[in-house]
C-alpha cells in the first residue's frame, strides 16, 4: 500500500528534500503546478518507459490533478523498488485550495520545472 500525504504532510518533505514527481502532462503543469523548489515532471504516458530515470536514493512525492494518476503511478513504482514513494493526497488542486504555493501560466512555470520527454 502507497503512503498517502496531505498537502501540508507533502510541503514538510519537500522541504527537508524528497522530489515532487508530476505525472500530469507537460501542458497541464505548464498551466497550473506546485511553486516547490524541484519538480520533475514524468507524465504517467511515459511513466513505464522511464521510471529507471527516477533516483532511488530520494524520497519521491508523486502528484497529478486530483491524486488519481499519482496513485496508479506511485503504486507502480512502489512494485517497481521504489521504496520511499508517497502520493499526494488530492493532487495539485487540493494543495492549492489549501493555500499552499501554485505557479500557473505566465509566472514563470516553464523555467522552474525540469522536463522528461520523449525526443
Known sequence: MVKELSPSEAKLELEKGALLVDVRETYEVDEFACDVPETLVMPLSELQNKYQELPTDRDLIIACAGGGRSLYAATFLSQHGYDKVANLDGGV???????????????????????????
Open 93 to 119: 488542486f487540493t494543495w492549492h485550495s489549501q493555500g499552499l504555493p501554485v505557479k500557473k501560466s505566465g509566472m514563470g512555470a516553464e523555467k522552474s520545472v525540469n522536463s522528461c520527454k520523449l525526443w
